[in-house]
């Protein structure tokens, strides 16, 4: 079986009765996506498929073959950080950093729901334009968990990167503290 992950093409053959996360983790060595429940209900696997956050605990590999798969590691590399992992650093959004993988890949998954107009259930128009407070975003995040509490900083960080705030490289924040 073939899959499209990162962009990168990837050969496999697996029982069709392996996860997409047990895919990537256990076949292809990308273990940034983490199992934490194998239920779908913490959200530390959350990877994107075409563009989408899925569980990938819960999702077979098999249905997956013809589909854009990423994971962590195809968001950003050090040195060059996706937007949303250079905010959770300087946010302090990740403690213990199990569920990081899952909580900035969801992120991602969600501004592209709110760049589409997609209501949640703390939207209060569903027909007009997101408003993108805490409120909204808490609840767009809350098939994530996090066992360290870090939600206000991971909120803190989102709301940056979706509100366009000025953001400073995590090198040039170092410099300012003397680090």
Not at 65 to 92: K, M, S, Y
Request: charged share 20%.
């Amino acid at each position: 079986m073939r899959w499209t992950i990162n962009g990168t093409a990837y050969e496999a053959d697996v029982d069709v009765r392996t996860t997409l996360l047990d895919l990537v983790r256990e076949h292809l060595g990308l273990t940034g996506s983490k199992k934490g429940c194998d239920h779908g209900q913490c959200g530390a696997c959350t990877m994107l498929v075409d563009g989408r956050r899925i569980n990938s605990c819960l999702s077979l590999a098999v249905m997956h073959q013809d589909d854009e798969i990423v994971t962590i590691e195809g968001l950003g590399q050090p040195g060059n950080l996706h937007a949303l992992q250079d905010a959770f650093v300087r946010h302090d959004g990740y403690q213990c950093g199990y569920c990081t993988p899952g909580q900035i890949c969801s992120a991602v998954g969600m501004l592209d729901e709110v760049a589409k107009g997609w209501p949640s259930h703390a939207s209060a128009d569903l027909s007009g334009d997101v408003t993108l407070d805490d409120a909204e975003i808490s609840e767009r995040m809350s098939g994530n968990l996090c066992r360290c509490a870090a939600y206000p900083n991971i909120v803190d960080a989102i709301r940056e990167v979706a509100c366009g705030d000025n953001r400073q490289p995590v090198l040039a924040a170092a410099r300012e503290v003397g680090a």
